[in-house]
């Protein structure tokens, strides 16, 4: 019976931990944030997107700060079908660093969370900050498509800590020609 209690203690306490709330970078500066980034890290545990892990490749993406405060980010992802573009528009909220948007594909509104980057090389971002495995991600992003192995280890230690498996914590490789004219496109 003790044994089962504590068990049952210890569940919850880890459950309260991958929920526990999830801080923006401190002074945000979404200027300084603009520019060209690459996906680099990815954790996702969708059953839909299980099928896809193996053939997932680095993304590129443009950051463009708007003057009222909101974010567009074009995105260009290499798939099966060819090197695809979506735009998403991320509304400011009133907080610094955290963004909500419209998610078509899963028709529900999501929270953006920056929750740490250096600017220069670097961002953690949370997206969708209470954890459901088919609408949570941890995302890693750098400047370039080559990160730091600390860096690309702090990335794992989060998406842990949120509750994601190992096997969902994925780094893909690089895509080739995706966009095809990639360079000139960037901050």
């Known amino acids: 019976m003790r044994t089962t209690v504590i068990a049952v203690v210890m ?21 300084r944030f603009a520019g060209k980034w690459y996906r680099v890290g990815l954790a996702y545990e969708s059953a839909s997107f299980i099928p896809y892990r193996d053939k997932l490749k680095a993304s590129m993406g443009i950051v463009t700060a708007l003057p009222n405060g909101n ?21 400011k909220t009133n907080v610094p660093g955290q963004f909500t948007y419209f998610s078509t594909r899963h028709n529900m509104v999501k929270d953006i969370t920056v929750v740490e980057t250096n600017y220069t090389d670097y961002a953690l971002v949370l997206k969708h900050k209470v954890f459901n495995s088919e609408y949570t991600q941890v995302a890693l992003y750098g400047r370039s498509q080559t990160l730091r192995i600390n860096v690309i280890q702090k990335f794992k230690a989060f998406a842990l800590s949120r509750g994601f498996s190992r096997e969902a914590i994925l780094t893909p490789p690089p895509a080739e020609n995706c966009p095809a004219s990639a360079s000139g496109s960037g901050r």
Do not use: S
């Open 11 to 31: 569940v919850m306490l880890c459950g309260m931990m991958v929920q526990a709330d999830v801080k923006p970078q401190r002074d945000f500066n979404l200027q």
């Open 71 to 91: 974010v567009n980010l074009t995105m260009w992802d290499a798939t099966p079908f060819g090197c695809q573009v979506k735009v998403y528009q991320y509304e």
